[in-house]
């Protein structure tokens, strides 16, 4: 049975820090692309971070970089998210999400391997964990 539970979601102060971590089984992790990816209350889905299987290239929304860092610990089956200078339209549900590359999505034309935020197609998801930005 494929699991991605996340947890570490809480209540911060804006400027505060936050780890999130996503324990995957069921699935070969190591052969794919994590995301992480959060929805604010009566909003869509925005994606916010992935990194590639191996972990040598990360990617980032414009609207956390330079403030979040992904990282993945493939004998833990484990990826993170660090949340630093929290603000608050950072307070979402975020959830986990795994793509494979060996399927690549394929819009107009053009192949698109990683969770890079070109590509929407996930093959998991997990339930999700709240995290709310307010003093």
């Known amino acids: 049975e494929v699991q991605l539970v996340e947890s570490g979601g809480d209540l911060a102060q804006p400027g505060g820090s936050l780890r999130l971590s996503c324990a995957a089984s069921g699935f070969p992790f190591k052969v794919y692309s994590m995301c992480w990816v959060r929805q604010a209350p009566g909003k869509g889905l925005e994606w916010v971070s992935g990194?590639?299987?191996?972990?040598?290239?990360?990617y980032y929304a414009d609207s956390v970089k330079g403030r979040f860092t992904i990282s993945q610990d493939n004998a833990k089956n484990t990826l993170y998210l660090e949340m630093n200078s929290l603000k608050p339209e950072d307070t979402a549900m975020y959830y986990c999400?795994?793509?494979?590359?060996?399927?690549?999505?394929?819009?107009?034309?053009?192949?698109?391997?990683?969770?890079?935020?070109?590509?929407?197609?996930?093959?998991?998801w997990g339930q999700g964990t709240q995290v709310t930005v307010s003093s």
């Open positions: 999400a795994a793509s494979s590359p060996i399927s690549p999505a394929y819009y107009s034309g053009v192949y698109y391997y990683w969770c890079d935020g070109r590509r929407d197609d996930y093959n998991y």
């Open positions: 990194i590639n299987w191996s972990g040598g290239s990360t």
